[in-house]
C-alpha cells in the first residue's frame, strides 16, 4: 500500500491545518494509522494513532488541540490541528501498521511562525 499525506504548510501561531493521507487500496478499520512528526534536528515522534474500536490516542503535547479521524469508505486518514505553537513545525508523516509491517506516507511540512 502507498501512503499520500498532504496538506502541509505556512500558518500562524494559533492557526489551524487538516492534514490528509490518502492510501492507495482500501486499509481495515482495524489496522492502526497514526501520524508521526520530525523536527529539524530531532528524531521522528508519534503524534496521534486511531483504530476501530478504541479510543484514538495522542502525545501529551497536542492533546486537547489535534483531532486524529479516518475516513473508511474514502480510506483516508486526517489530522486536524488546532491552536498550532512554533514547537509544532515538523515534516508530519502518516503511518499505517499491517501485519506487522509499517508503511509510511512521504511526508508534508508544517511550520508555525510566531
Known amino acids: 500500500v502507498q501512503l499520500q499525506a498532504s496538506g502541509g504548510g505556512l500558518v500562524q501561531a494559533g492557526g489551524s491545518l487538516r492534514l490528509s493521507c490518502a492510501a492507495s487500496?482500501?486499509?481495515?478499520?482495524?489496522?492502526?494509522m497514526g501520524w508521526y512528526r520530525q523536527a529539524p534536528g530531532k528524531e521522528r515522534e508519534f503524534v496521534a494513532s486511531?483504530?476501530?474500536?478504541?479510543?484514538?490516542n495522542y502525545a501529551d503535547s497536542v492533546q486537547g488541540r489535534f483531532t486524529i479521524s479516518r475516513d473508511n469508505a474514502k480510506s483516508t486518514l486526517y489530522l486536524q490541528m488546532n491552536s498550532l505553537k512554533p514547537e509544532d513545525t515538523a515534516v508530519y508523516y502518516c503511518?499505517?501498521?499491517?501485519?506487522?509491517?509499517?508503511?509510511w506516507g512521504q511526508g508534508t511540512l508544517v511550520t508555525v511562525s510566531s
Open positions: 487500496r482500501t486499509i481495515s478499520s482495524s489496522v492502526v
Open positions: 503511518k499505517a501498521k499491517i501485519e506487522s509491517e509499517n508503511y
Open positions: 486511531i483504530r476501530s474500536g478504541r479510543d484514538p
